[in-house]
């Protein structure tokens, strides 16, 4: 069952402004990669459904979480049905990520207090997302969607809109700038905040760095 309602969940995504993504099929690359990333500063997490047994893996991921990094907001991504939605909240999820508008998933979250961030491309669909209960929508691919100016424009007539782009958004001064400049609620980063040491491993202490220095960035845009 979640630990954090969908309101706290919406609400730390905001303070921090990024959320790393990240999938790896090992459990053990997984808890390194998200102890790095809380000791970089970041306090939501997504774990991407994206490979076979994803969910045991997150499964024994949030008893890790919730037993040695207290504050960390763990959620899913890249679920796009109902019965998976269902399947994650069971293990614990806090926030259901998609990269489609699917009703049935909204319903699903909605039951349990939970946030559901589905994702959009068009003003309608933002709409109808928010009309079906998302606090925030996600749009993607970020960048080929229309980037920055398309979040911007959504703003205009809907000043409302707490949108997060994932796709097309990397940790750097100039990306970032853009984006919150634009009025995004907050982004999520996948690879190019993940740094790979020459042998394909994780370099743990880089992303740290790499974690506190866009979440530096972030606040200091805001500021």
Aim: glycine share 10%; hydrophobic share 40%; charged share 20%.
């Amino acid at each position: 069952m979640a630990k954090y309602t969908r309101i706290e969940t919406v609400q730390m995504m905001g303070e921090t402004g990024i959320v790393p993504v990240f999938y790896h099929k090992e459990l053990e690359v997984c808890k390194k990669v998200i102890k790095a990333c809380f000791e970089g500063g970041a306090r939501v997490f997504e774990f991407t459904n994206r490979g076979d047994f994803a969910h045991e893996v997150f499964g024994e991921l949030a008893k890790y979480v919730s037993k040695e990094l207290e504050g960390m907001i763990l959620g899913v991504g890249s679920v796009i049905d109902e019965g998976t939605t269902s399947l994650y909240l069971q293990l614990g999820a806090n926030f259901i990520v998609s990269p489609i508008l699917q009703p049935e998933m909204a319903k699903a979250c909605n039951r349990r207090k939970v946030a559901w961030m589905p994702g959009c491309g068009t003003v309608t669909e933002i709409s109808y997302a928010q009309e079906l209960g998302a606090e925030v929508v996600k749009i993607f691919p970020g960048a080929q969607v229309g980037g920055p100016s398309f979040v911007k424009a959504v703003k205009g007539p809907m000043p409302w809109s707490s949108i997060m782009p994932t796709g097309g958004v990397s940790p750097s001064q100039e990306n970032l700038k853009e984006w919150f400049e634009a009025g995004v609620h907050c982004v999520g980063i996948g690879s190019k905040l993940f740094q790979k040491n020459t042998d394909g491993s994780y370099n743990y202490k880089e992303i740290t760095q790499k974690v506190k220095s866009a979440l530096e960035i972030v606040q200091k845009i805001r500021s």
